[in-house]
């Protein structure tokens, strides 16, 4: 049996193929016509492609994703980030978050500014946060902007893949952020 995403429930015929002209008698009833039937079989047939599809090209953008960025680098990320955005938060950086994201877009759209993007973050900083450790401050820096890069980066991908299923058309997948 299979559920489509409106709750109607199809089922396998003895050589395998969904029920599709059997459950248009189910919603139609007794008084519908040949015609509205086959409507009706041919709507659910057409529904479930879709559906089955959608569901095809999700596992494709989940492949693309871990297969470059694993869910344990993700979690490990996820970790980073969380513990260096409280450390400056402590500090009174309160828009840590912010910026990561924005310098984060901007390393994205040119993976070769990534230092440049760090010291002016960096520059930013108040100066009591900058005399803490810079070493360190920087390389927390560096670190959360990484971190955003690889999160737009697989962001793009999943919103790529979608639009190659919406526009019925293959994926056109962006190289994985590499940072030299």
């Known amino acids: 049996m299979i559920e489509l995403s409106n709750g109607i ?4 015929l003895p050589d395998g193929t969904l029920d599709f002209q059997s459950k248009a008698n189910e919603l139609l009833g007794d008084g519908a016509t040949h015609s509205e039937l086959s409507e009706r079989a041919t709507e ?3 529904q479930y ?3 089955r599809s959608y569901l095809e090209m999700s596992e494709v953008i989940e492949e693309q ?3 470059h960025y694993s869910q344990k680098q993700q979690s490990q ?3 980073w980030n969380s513990r260096f955005s409280a450390k400056f938060r402590a500090v009174g950086v309160t828009d840590i978050d912010t910026t990561t994201v924005v310098v984060g877009s901007n390393v994205y759209a040119s ?3 990534l230092n440049v993007e760090v ?3 960096f520059d930013a900083l108040p100066t009591d946060v900058q005399n803490n450790d810079p070493d360190y401050i920087r390389y927390m820096l560096e670190k959360l902007i990484m971190i955003a890069v690889r999160t737009e980066w697989a962001e793009n ?3 790529e893949g979608k639009a190659a299923w919406a526009e019925n058309r293959p994926p056109v997948w962006h190289d994985f952020p590499r940072f030299i």
């Open 111 to 113: 993976l070769s500014s």
């Open 119 to 121: 010291n002016a973050a």
């Open 49 to 51: 492609l879709q559906e």
């Open 65 to 67: 994703v871990y297969l």
């Open 9 to 12: 429930k199809l089922i396998h």
């Open 77 to 79: 990320d996820e970790k």
């Open 157 to 159: 991908i999943i919103m």
């Open 44 to 46: 659910l047939e057409a």
